[in-house]
Every structure is written in structure tokens, then in C-alpha cells.
């Protein structure tokens, strides 16, 4: 009997071995499973948010477009209203929404919203820890014109 215990007892090790080895892979599968589906998230991210940006630098930037140009710009505001509501921040929506209604506003700077814009945007795709103020979005176009 003496002999069987040591038997037993490393029988029973290889069991909560195998165990305890198909629980950290599943663990490991599941945390791959979780980083994919955040590399896809923010690769959407990146794809809706770079044409906006684009658009609302020119509108503000470059003469008004129209036209075909108008209608493309309209186009890409209407896909980025429907695609920001799925994959944006709460803070990038509503920066969005200022943003959009700005020019409805008396009084609006609509530097100061692109640039609330422009700062949710960033800690949306990823720096939310961003240093960058609205200064230094304003100033890059101040130092331009």
C-alpha cells in the first residue's frame, strides 16, 4: 500500500496538470480571440475616421465645394454620421454632433469644435492619454494661413 500512494498521488498530479494546461490555453485562445477583435475595431476606427477628417480640414481650409465636390462631401458626412455611432467613442460622437451643428450656432468657432473633434478623435484611436491641446490643433492652420 505504501507504494501505491506515491502512484496515486502523481497520477493525480498529471491529472490537474492536464487540466490546469488546457485552462491557460483556453484563456490564451480567448485573450487572441479579444486582441483580433480590437485590431479590427480600431482598423474600422481608422477607415471611418480619416476621410471625416479629410473633409472637415478642407471645409474649413479651402473654398467651398461645389457641385459633384458638395455632394461627395455630403456623402462622406452621411456614411461617417451612420458609422460613428457604431464604432466611435461617446466623446467623438458628441464632438461630432457640435461640430455638425456649429454653423447653425451664432457665435460658433468652428476651429475650436474641429478641434474638440480632432482631440476625441485622437483618444478614440488610441493616445488617450494626448497632450495635444486646441491650440495645437488651431495653431498648425494658424501657422499655415
Known amino acids: 500500500m505504501a507504494a501505491g500512494v506515491p502512484a496515486v498521488a502523481a ?22 480571440q479579444v486582441r483580433d477583435l ?10 471611418i ?11 474649413l481650409t479651402e473654398p467651398p465645394p461645389v457641385g459633384a465636390e458638395a455632394e461627395e462631401a ?3 458626412i452621411r456614411d461617417f454620421s451612420t458609422w460613428v455611432l457604431i464604432y466611435g467613442s461617446d466623446e467623438a460622437i ?23 473633434f480632432i482631440l476625441a478623435a485622437r483618444r478614440d484611436l488610441g493616445y488617450p492619454e494626448t497632450g495635444v491641446s486646441h491650440e495645437h490643433v488651431v ?7
Open 38 to 47: 480590437e485590431e479590427r475595431v480600431h482598423s474600422k476606427k481608422h477607415e
Open 74 to 76: 455630403l456623402k462622406r
Open 139 to 145: 495653431g498648425l492652420y494658424e501657422a499655415d494661413a
Open 11 to 32: 497520477v493525480n498530479a498529471a491529472i490537474i496538470a492536464s487540466r490546469a494546461s488546457k485552462a491557460v490555453r483556453r484563456t490564451e485562445i480567448k485573450a487572441q
Open 94 to 116: 458628441a464632438a461630432f454632433r457640435r461640430f455638425k451643428q456649429g454653423p447653425g450656432n451664432p457665435g460658433s468657432d468652428m476651429w475650436q469644435l474641429y478641434a474638440d
Open 49 to 59: 475616421y480619416e476621410p471625416m477628417l479629410t473633409t472637415f480640414q478642407k471645409l
